[in-house]
């Protein structure tokens, strides 16, 4: 009993001298050293912070002005070094903060005075910007000023550079951040979607803009030390594309993106934390992007795997019933429907590749629609003829649709109705026949079935 | 057996269905215009009037369908098609003058390197001169007044020098001097037998400019000389009804990824 | 240093400059040569974030060719950045079309990943390959002189010079010949679509073309300032005219203007090069749209102001008569 009675207490107790004998990559995992937990909140709490901001730039279209803005921030921070001498952090967010609303007034005065157009703004402001910032760098960094190292690592981002100090600082932005967005939720909401809309109902839009563009200056300013200037776009532009394919409601969206911009902030963290050596930048941007190429595949919905689902089922019900129709057309000449009919036969009246007749026909039986009481010989069952006849008079239905109130020729509808039988809804089919009357014979003078029974319309009407 | 068809029409289309993100916009459109005449289509906001110029052009995919130009089936080549779009689509902060970009109208017959040879800049000129721009041609577009930039873009289809012209609501926003000038420019074109094509917006004036008028709403109505086809009846028709069981069907038919209908099975 | 000294440095480099410098002043006028002739393209297809993103993402595409070949042959990085670009607008376009994401975040989400890809590439294989990532953010136009060419054991200067003046005249030589298709399918896509212009290969042409000068200034001015080349002279040129002929040629002469007083202002500070040529064409941009006396924004005011004036005085006579 005394052997396996080892308390919770006694295992936590174990845990340092366990992790020292760990290798690296797991002994991340055990928290011990609080620098690394509180860089892991850190960065954490960034790329939730950047995540969240940045569904607002992607809903408005201006996903790249997070790039522009980022780059325009390195001759703030180099600035206030130069004048300061010290990389206090609160000192470099304010630098930061400052350059990047100089850069975001800059796009807005080209937009606005000049007749260049709004990529050519963001680009020049990106690139001029950035280089008054790499020109200061190596005027700061030929200047052998001992205290400069590590400006540098705004370029590209360094996780492992920070200190708790920067930590309290990112962390307590974050959460402002955070903060706002909660309480500003409806405001902002609404301009995003309708500033017209929002100006008409009184809102400050032009106060909520500048409000939205604080967020971002700050949401970029904190970031930079994480991801850096040149990969800090990714940070704003791709947890938000991909949340949006996982939601069209923008509560989740917002929820989403920061989950994901938090992951990112782990992987940084983690991987600084690994190679103190390597910029943590890339490393979120790949973990960010690959999440993003996850979604693009796998999201319900607007993901491209479903999508192509949701095609190929609609391409196999319609072909499964395009064989049923044919079987019915095949007997209704003599209103006879236990003849049986050869896959020859069909192939006569309706072109079909053979093998893939054949596996419909299969799966016909198995639903019970066919039966095949002689190999090779077919012939729909009650089931099957009820679906088919409620087919063939969706079919005619839309034919004389076409043909009356479209007025369209009557040698023109056969193809278009070929189509439009398989979506027609049972509700849409009581109103089509409503609206035309409840007619008895198509312009082809061939006899509308009657309506049938709900019982396999139901499943129908799932479609 | 057909009684007359001694010339090939200009325009032939047949069974054109358009579908825009597979919303169907145009269902199954059948009509032949013939040569030498003055051709009005009208129809309401959203019935597809612009659509039919650009699929007839081969600027947007057909779903179905397809387009003969004097019997052949593309607009490049031998007989080239002028296009008029409707003012909005072109940059106009681009640097270019008015002159520039009649010539424009010429880059269709010139070979891949080539350059505007003096015959393209005289009939440039002309076109100009035949719109009344003449005094504006090193003008910058943006400068152009309205009706200024719409004779602009009708010169650029002068100066194409083809026999078929489509356009996409020339008379849209230009004063009565302006547009006394187009009819009269049309007229010419027709004496010398064009086939004019034109979205218009306005059904007081469709009876005094044209001479057959193509009402669309979603499908052709019908189409014909004004004189008989341009009834209340038909306008009624063509303005008055909506076809919701129509939208329904096109919404589901969206939802459902259409897939393209020569598919085989 | 004082401000008399840094303003001295700056002239005496210019003006005064020797082997040295003429030899980066030419080298960074053919980088701003190159990227001009494009880059007024790239602009008026409002396509300068597009430009911008394959200027990042090219990068892989020069480490792989570094990695393969182990030397600093430049045709292999051309072919591995042009691919690079080329795939870059593709996978763009398939992100927009196929994945229905909108053009910008399809812009952002392709060329950040690619280029932190080649960010990547470049820590990892650190020693194995002769790129730093300073160098692939701004270059090293100052060593570039020392880099010379040698062609059957003839010393033919700078290899830099020669590959940009190429790249200078292939540019040239396709704007030339491609230029009313170029100007068609910028300006009007349904007339030229409507004409039988290939209007997708065009635009797959300039790319590549981009691509390819973003590759060959990449060595000379790094990432991020290529971009600066390609799109501010060109705007810079915007402001000043309105035919597209003159627009080109101003933006070629901005862009020499710029890398010959941005030496200098480097040559003041003792800073990065090519930090200060995007300096000096933003600023040559500044005084353009202050200035500029079609468009300028001072200009306008004084214009409106004498209009006012004048339609006063006429007004005031006609009230006296």
Redesign the interface.
């Given at each position: 009993m005394r052997l396996i009675s080892i308390s919770l207490y006694d295992m936590i107790e174990m845990l340092p001298a366990a992790s020292a004998a760990m290798p690296d990559w797991l002994r991340f995992f055990t928290f011990q050293s609080p620098n690394v937990v509180y860089v892991l909140l850190g960065c954490m709490a960034l790329g939730a912070g950047s995540g969240l901001i940045g569904c607002f730039s992607?809903l408005r279209?201006?996903?790249?002005i997070g790039?522009a803005l980022a780059?325009a921030a390195l001759p703030g921070v180099c600035m206030v070094f130069l004048l300061t001498g010290t990389k206090n952090p609160w000192v470099i967010l304010a630098g930061a903060s400052i350059a990047c609303w100089v850069g975001a007034l800059s796009i807005d005065a080209?937009v606005r005075?000049?007749?260049?157009?709004e990529?050519?703004a963001?680009?020049?402001v990106?690139?001029?910007?950035?280089?008054?910032?790499?020109?200061?760098?190596?005027?700061i960094q030929?200047r052998g000023d001992a205290a400069q190292s590590g400006l540098?690592n705004f370029?590209?981002g360094q996780a492992a550079a920070m200190v708790p100090r920067d930590v309290r600082v990112i962390s307590l932005v974050s959460l402002l951040l955070i903060v706002a967005v909660v309480l500003a939720y409806k405001e902002l909401k609404l301009m995003t979607f309708d500033p017209e809309y929002a100006r008409a109902i009184g809102m400050p839009v032009r106060l909520l803009e500048v409000f939205l563009a604080t967020l971002l200056v700050l949401a970029v300013a904190i970031g930079l030390q994480a991801v850096g200037v040149?990969?800090m776009?990714?940070l704003?532009?791709?947890p938000?594309?991909t949340a949006?394919f996982w939601t069209h409601r923008l509560s989740i969206m917002l929820l989403l993106a920061a989950l994901f911009g938090a992951m990112s902030g782990f992987i940084g963290a983690y991987v600084s934390y690994l190679g103190p050596?390597?910029?943590t930048?890339?490393?979120m941007?790949?973990a960010v992007?690959f999440v993003?190429l996850v979604s693009?595949l796998l999201a319900p919905q607007?993901g491209?795997l479903a999508?192509w689902l949701?095609?190929s089922r609609?391409?196999r019900k319609?072909?499964h019933e395009?064989v049923l129709r044919t079987l019915y057309l095949l007997g209704e000449p003599d209103k006879d429907w236990q003849q049986l009919y050869s896959i020859d036969a069909m192939m006569k009246r309706?072109?079909?590749?053979p093998n893939?007749l054949a596996g419909v026909l299969s799966r016909l039986k198995k639903g019970g629609f066919v039966q095949e009481p002689v190999g090779g010989q077919f012939r729909l069952t009650e089931s099957g003829i009820l679906r088919a006849a409620r087919l063939t008079r969706l079919h005619r239905l839309?034919e004389i649709?076409?043909t009356k109130?479209?007025?369209?020729?009557s040698d023109?509808?056969h193809?278009?109705a070929?189509?439009?039988e398989?979506?027609?809804?049972p509700a849409?089919e009581v109103?089509?026949a409503a609206?035309l009357d409840y007619p008895e014979e198509d312009p082809h003078r061939k006899v509308v079935p009657a309506p049938v029974a709900t019982a396999e319309s139901s499943e129908d009407s799932q479609s | 057996m057909n009684t007359f068809v001694d010339t090939i029409p200009p325009i032939e289309v047949h069974?054109l269905?358009v579908a825009y993100h597979h919303l169907p916009v145009l269902?199954?459109i059948?009509v032949t215009f013939p040569q030498g005449k003055l051709i009005a289509i009208v129809g309401p906001n959203g019935a597809g009037k612009s659509t039919l110029l650009k699929a007839v052009m081969g600027l947007i995919p057909l779903a179905?369908g397809y387009v003969r130009f004097y019997g052949k089936s593309s607009t490049k080549g031998a007989y080239n098609v002028a296009y008029v779009p409707q003012r909005g689509s072109v940059d106009w902060?681009f640097p270019t003058t008015a002159y520039d970009v009649v010539l424009m109208g010429r880059y269709g017959q010139l070979s891949l390197f080539g350059r505007p040879r003096r015959r393209d800049r005289e009939i440039a000129l002309d076109a100009l001169n035949k719109v009344g721009m003449e005094s504006y041609a090193n003008r910058q577009i943006s400068q152009l007044s309205g009706g200024q930039q719409q004779r602009v873009f009708l010169a650029r289809a002068l100066a194409q020098q083809t026999s078929v012209y489509l356009m996409d609501e020339p008379f849209a926003g230009v004063d009565a001097a302006t547009e006394r000038a187009i009819v009269t420019l049309l007229q010419d074109l027709r004496e010398r037998g064009a086939t004019v094509v034109a979205v218009h917006h306005d059904l007081q004036t469709v009876p005094e400019y044209f001479d057959d008028v193509l009402l669309l709403n979603?499908?052709a109505?019908a189409y014909g000389p004004v004189s008989e086809v341009f009834t209340s009846e038909n306008l009624q028709?063509t303005y008055g009804?909506r076809?919701p069981?129509?939208t329904?069907?096109a919404e589901?038919?969206r939802r459902?990824?259409?897939?393209r209908?020569d598919e085989?099975? | 240093m004082n401000l008399l000294t840094m303003l001295q440095n700056g002239f005496n480099a210019v003006f005064r400059a020797d082997a040295l410098g003429l030899w980066i002043m030419l080298t960074g006028s053919l980088v701003g040569v190159a990227c001009a002739l494009v880059g007024v393209f790239l602009?008026l297809r409002?396509?300068?974030?597009l430009?911008?993103a394959i200027s990042?993402s090219v990068l892989p595409g020069i480490v792989v060719a570094f990695l393969f070949t182990g030397t600093r042959n430049i045709i292999p990085m051309l072919i591995g950045a042009g691919a690079l670009g080329i795939l870059t607008v593709f996978l763009t376009d398939v992100?927009n079309r196929?994945?229905?994401?909108?053009n910008?975040?399809a812009?952002?989400?392709t060329f950040?990943?690619l280029?932190?890809?080649g960010?990547?590439m470049v820590?990892y294989y650190a020693g194995h390959v002769d790129l730093d990532?300073?160098c692939v953010?701004?270059g090293e136009i100052l060593y570039s002189p020392f880099d010379t060419w040698t062609f059957f054991g003839l010393r033919m200067g700078p290899r830099s010079v020669w590959i940009m003046g190429s790249i200078s005249i292939a540019n040239l030589l396709f704007i030339v010949l491609g230029w009313k298709q170029l100007k068609l399918c910028t300006f009007d896509v349904g007339l030229a679509a409507s004409m039988g212009f290939y209007v997708a290969t065009w635009h797959y042409l300039l790319m590549g073309f981009v691509s390819m000068t973003t590759v060959a200034a990449f060595e000379s001015v790094g990432a991020?300032?290529v971009?600066?080349m390609?799109?501010?002279p060109a705007?810079t040129a915007?402001?000043l005219t309105d035919r597209l002929w003159l627009m080109t040629l101003l933006a070629v002469v901005f862009g020499i203007l710029s890398a010959i007083l941005g030496y200098g202002?480097?040559a003041a500070?003792?800073?990065?090069i090519?930090?200060?040529?995007?300096?000096i064409?933003?600023i040559l941009?500044v005084l353009a749209?202050l200035f500029g006396p079609k468009?300028g924004?001072l200009c306008k005011k004084l214009r409106i102001r004498s209009w006012r004036n004048n339609s006063r005085t006429q007004a005031n006579l006609a009230s006296i008569e």
């Open positions: 992607f279209k201006r996903s790249l790039d780059h080209i005075y000049t007749r260049c157009k990529d050519s963001l680009g020049m990106l690139s001029v910007y950035f280089g008054l910032g790499i020109l200061l760098l190596t005027y030929q540098d370029l590209f040149v990969l776009a990714a704003l532009v791709t938000a594309a949006r050596k390597m910029p930048g890339p490393w941007v790949i992007t993003f693009l607007r491209l999508r949701r095609i609609y391409r319609t072909l395009n309706r072109t079909f590749i893939t839309w649709y076409l109130k479209l007025e369209l020729p023109h509808v193809a278009d070929e189509e439009v398989h979506i027609i809804t849409m109103e089509l609206t | 069974d269905t269902w199954d059948d179905s902060d979603l499908r109505v028709k009804g076809l069981m129509l329904e069907v589901k038919l459902k990824e259409w897939s209908r085989t099975d | 602009i409002r396509m300068s974030m430009g911008d990042h992100l196929q994945g229905k994401l909108q910008d975040a812009i952002g989400v950040t990943w280029f932190a890809l960010v990547i820590s990532l300073d953010l701004y991020i300032l971009i600066a390609l799109i501010v705007n915007y402001l202002l480097a500070l003792n800073g990065s090519a930090g200060a040529m995007a300096v064409s933003g941009f749209a468009h924004i």
